[in-house]
Each structure stands twice: as C-alpha cells, then as structure tokens.
Antibody
Framework: QVQLQESGPGLVKPSETLSLTCAVSGYSISSGYYWGWIRQPPGKGLEWIGSIYHSGSTYYNPSLKSRVTISVDTSKNQFSLKLSSVTAADTAVYYC???????????????????WGQGTLVTVSS | AIRMTQSPSSLSASTGDRVTITCRASQGISSYLAWYQQKPGKAPKLLIYAASTLQSGVPSRFSGSGSGTDFTLTISCLQSEDFATYYCQQYYSYPLTFGQGTRLEIK
C-alpha cells in the first residue's frame, strides 16, 4: 500500500521560504508515476501547486511558478517543495500526492491524484 | 486555465436519498475528469477518474457520467459516511484545476 507523509515547519515567517518534504513508502518513486503538491487554505478549496517525475521533469501552476521549486530524491524515496517569498496568503494545509497519468493526443501527461498524504498545516506569520 | 464550476455549492439530503452533483468545465475536457471526496480534517480521496471509472474499493453507489464540458457525480443511496465535500478536477490541460467543492450535509 502506497503511503505518503508530509513533514516540515508548521510556522514560516513572511518573506521566507516554505520547505516541505514528502516521504513515500510502499512504492519506489524511481518506478514511475508523477508526484505532486496541492494546497488548501483554511475553509477553502484545493489548488494544484506542481508535479514532478522521478527523472526530474516538472510541471508548475503558472500562478505560483516564479516562487516554486519541486525536487525529487530517489535515494531517499522522497520529494520536496520549496515556496519562496511567502505571505499570509500561502497559509494552507499542504498535501503531497501520487498522480496516475496518461499520454493522450498531447505531449504532456494527463494526471489525477490517486494517493494522498494526510496533509500538514503551514501558517505564515511573524 | 480551465475553470471548473460545481453546482450546487451545498446540498442537504437524507440517508437513503439519491443525489447528483454537477461539474461544468469552461472548455471541453473530453473525459479527463476526476471526482474526490473530502471529510473534515482529512485528505481528499479519489472516487472516480476518466469521468466514469470507479476507483478500486469505492462503493458502487457512486457513479459518474459526462464528457466534454458537463459532468455529474451521483450517489444512488446516501449512507451516513457519504456526508462530506466533493470536488471535481480536470486533467485535460495544465494547470490542473479543481471545482470549488460541493458540501453535502445531513438534512
């Protein structure tokens, strides 16, 4: 059974960088699938942040692209999120997830989230 | 970005009822649509992908239909554990986007 677990600071100061890690168990990241991050501000809906393949190929949400870096460490079977220059608007529960994908007529993977971590609340405040 | 609009935003129903939630895409997405269920304090759970394919382990009272721009999630006989918030998500193009959610409450 695939399991994902987020970890990282629960409190980040404004203008600093939010850093989270997602440890994967029950499946080797190197074996395939895309892996991604989604966030949910308190009481609000879901926002996709970005996704990464084990090779390092990434897709980012344009609304966050200038501040986001997602990386993968296959030796530790984990992937990470960095979000720079955070503000209070970045306060949210951050989820990591596995994505199942298909290549249709386009050259990009069409992917949905089939396994999720439990989520971790990150508050941006001084 | 493709905008996903769900209706209604909230819905009250009773155990045993049949309910339908609608998701509309701002442009055609073929059948690249997934539905998720989220309970308070928990991560979303995948229910349906490819608009109508039930994820393994999901009860058969859940069903999905539609293609193009209009999609529906139907729960045929509500159980107590089904009261939750439901989200649709398109994966036809990037950025991946979700509907705003439909909160299903007990009447």
């Amino acid at each position: 059974q695939v399991q994902l677990q987020e970890s990282g600071p629960g409190l980040v100061k404004p203008s600093e960088t939010l850093s989270l890690t997602c440890a994967v168990s029950g499946y080797s990241i190197s074996s395939g699938y895309y892996w991604g991050w989604i966030r949910q501000p308190p009481g609000k809906g879901l926002e996709w942040i970005g996704s990464i393949y084990h090779s390092g190929s990434t897709y980012y949400n344009p609304s966050l692209k200038s501040r986001v870096t997602i990386s993968v460490d296959t030796s530790k079977n984990q992937f990470s999120l960095k979000l720079s220059s955070v503000t209070a608007a970045d306060t949210a529960v951050y989820y990591c997830a596995r994505l199942t994908y298909y290549y249709g007529s386009g050259s990009y993977p069409r992917a949905f989230f089939d396994y999720w971590g439990q989520g971790t609340l990150v508050t941006v405040s001084s | 970005a493709i905008r996903m609009t769900q209706s209604p935003s909230s819905l009250s129903a009773s155990t045993g009822d049949r309910v339908t939630i609608t998701c509309r895409a701002s442009q055609g997405i073929s059948s690249y649509l997934a539905w998720y269920q989220q309970k308070p304090g928990k991560a979303p759970k995948l229910l349906i992908y490819a608009a109508s394919t039930l994820q393994s382990g999901v009860p058969s009272r859940f069903s999905g239909s539609g293609s193009g721009t209009d999609f529906t999630l139907t729960i045929s006989c509500l159980q107590s554990e089904d009261f939750a918030t439901y989200y649709c998500q398109q994966y036809y193009s990037y950025p991946l986007t979700f509907g705003q959610g439909t909160r299903l409450e007990i009447k």
